[in-house]
């Protein structure tokens, strides 16, 4: 079984491929990517592929069984044909399964919801493919708020407007496991999951925060406006807006939501203080 994966050398793609070679070995996983230079450090296979070029994938997926497909970055509206891509040319080589890393999200109420608005459209281009078929929607990574923590203990606080809302974390290793598992098992095909652990507010992020790496964070709630200013300033327009629309939806209990980790996994998802302490030892 030779099974590719998309954006390879991304974080979330390294851990899935890292979870595919213990469980089939390095010489059947193959990484797609836009620039083969950095990828060697994988160990396995390396071919180009670019999602703005159907040619590219043309060739990367022969004599492939099941490609995982990773969600573009680009603007959401340039992503469903990037995605399509990929899809055509999975058909026309013969691919048997199509993986796609979807997302938790709405598709209506803030900045977020075009990002997932377009990823709902790929799953129905996935499902209308032909092909056996398998969506993971994830959640919200904890590492982004760890990789912060330096800031965070500057300031003393962590901020946002998410108020008591409740947010199902997830890990890129949490789901680099359960992505290889929808890959190999065909039990996991014309199936949903959503990728997700165990719901927390704000203020008990902190808490555990402040457990594992004995510190004295408090949380605070500030307006959407205000959040909406401080992360374009920090981070641009676009990803400002993004970031400030998934903290609305935590707000709105978007995020609170059941998980289908189990059935995806095979095993529990970890609890976030065991997230957290993964991270800070690693």
């Known amino acids: 079984m030779k099974i590719a994966v998309t954006a390879a050398n991304g974080q979330l793609g390294s851990s899935i491929v890292n979870e595919l070679k213990k469980e089939i070995g390095e010489e059947n996983v193959i990484g797609i990517v836009r620039s083969p230079e950095k990828a060697s450090h994988l160990g396995i296979e390396i071919r180009k592929g670019d999602y703005n070029s159907r040619d590219d994938f043309n060739a990367a997926l022969t004599d492939i069984d099941s490609v995982l497909l990773i969600s573009g970055m680009d603007d959401p509206q340039k992503?469903?044909?990037q995605h399509r891509n990929v899809i055509e040319a999975a058909k026309q080589n013969g691919v048997k399964k199509i993986?796609?890393?979807?997302?938790?999200?709405?598709e209506e109420n803030n900045a977020f919801s075009p990002v997932v608005q377009s990823n709902r459209l790929t799953e129905e281009d996935i499902k209308n493919s032909g092909l056996d078929w398998s969506i993971g929607r994830n959640g919200i990574y904890i590492e982004p708020d760890l990789e912060y923590i330096d800031t965070y203990k500057k300031e003393g606080e962590i901020r946002n407007c998410a108020g008591d809302g409740k947010c199902a974390y997830t890990s890129r290793?949490?789901?680099?496991?359960?992505?290889?598992?929808?890959?190999?098992?065909?039990?996991?095909n014309h199936?949903?999951?959503?990728l997700v652990g165990e719901p927390i507010s704000q203020k008990e992020l902190a808490e555990?925060?402040?457990?594992v790496y004995n510190i004295?964070?408090?949380?605070?709630?500030?307006?959407?406006e205000d959040y909406a200013k401080e992360r374009k300033q920090e981070l641009g327009e676009?990803?400002?807006a993004v970031i400030t629309g998934i903290y609305q939806g935590i707000n709105d209990g978007?995020?609170?939501?059941?998980?289908?980790?189990?059935q995806a996994a095979g095993r529990p998802h970890k609890s976030a203080i065991e997230l957290i302490r993964e991270f800070n030892n690693n």
């Open 79 to 81: 992503r469903i044909q």
């Open 216 to 224: 004295q964070l408090v949380y605070n709630l500030i307006s959407v």
């Open 173 to 188: 290793t949490e789901l680099g496991h359960a992505y290889a598992k929808m890959l190999i098992q065909d039990n996991h």
């Open 208 to 211: 555990l925060i402040n457990q």
């Open 99 to 106: 993986v796609y890393t979807s997302i938790v999200g709405d």
């Open 254 to 262: 978007v995020y609170n939501i059941s998980s289908d980790y189990g």
């Open 238 to 240: 676009f990803i400002g």
């Open 191 to 194: 199936k949903t999951y959503n």
